[in-house]
């Protein structure tokens, strides 16, 4: 199967309040819509995204509030990248993220690319990638991000299996 990007990725919040104040205060992103999960109409379907919500730039969650936070294990997303435009983001948002209390790697090089990774308040794991100035996600001017810094879209997902030569697209 050939893959040519990410669309979106859905995750899952136990706090819906907290998830969008980290979300789009702590991280500056855009929530694009509020809407209900199509399959549990009890529950909210929060999208996070680029100015205009892009393909590629969505991360979603489904508020379900009996979710305890993230534990990593076969099965799971083990780290959400975002992309941020070079290094002068991810300096900013090593300060950034340090102001905000929230414990981070600094920036660090993993398969030669710059990253800071860190969790947010349920333990998903996540990472910001200085994408290079690769064009596409346009950052919210609107955010409590500075634009220049803005994360700008997925960059990729890290899945956890338990065993790879059975994994379904490999």
């Not at 979106?8 to 969008?20: D, E, K, M, P």
């Not at 941020?84 to 090593?94: D, F, K, N, T």
């Not at 919210?140 to 879209?153: C, D, F, L, M, N």
Request: aromatic content about 8%; some cysteine.
């Amino acid at each position: 199967m050939q893959l040519t990007g990410l669309h979106h990725l859905t995750a899952i919040t136990g706090q819906a309040s907290a998830n969008v104040a980290f979300y789009t205060h702590t991280l500056g992103m855009r929530l694009v819509k509020k809407t209900v999960n199509q399959d549990d109409v009890s529950a909210y379907h929060l999208f996070y995204g680029d100015t205009v919500g892009n393909p590629g730039t969505e991360l979603t969650f489904f508020d379900w509030p009996a979710a305890v936070s993230n534990r990593n294990g076969a099965g799971t997303i083990a780290q959400t990248a975002l992309r941020v435009p070079g290094r002068e983001a991810l300096e900013w948002w090593a300060n950034h993220l340090t102001g905000a209390g929230i414990a981070h790697s600094g920036i660090i090089t993993v398969d030669r690319r710059e990253r800071i990774e860190f969790t947010d308040p349920e333990q998903q794991h996540l990472a910001l990638v200085n994408d290079n100035g690769a064009a596409g996600g346009v950052p919210w001017e609107r955010s409590t991000v500075p634009a220049e810094y803005g994360i700008k879209g997925l960059d990729a997902v890290t899945l956890m299996v338990r065993d790879l030569d059975r994994w379904p697209m490999c």
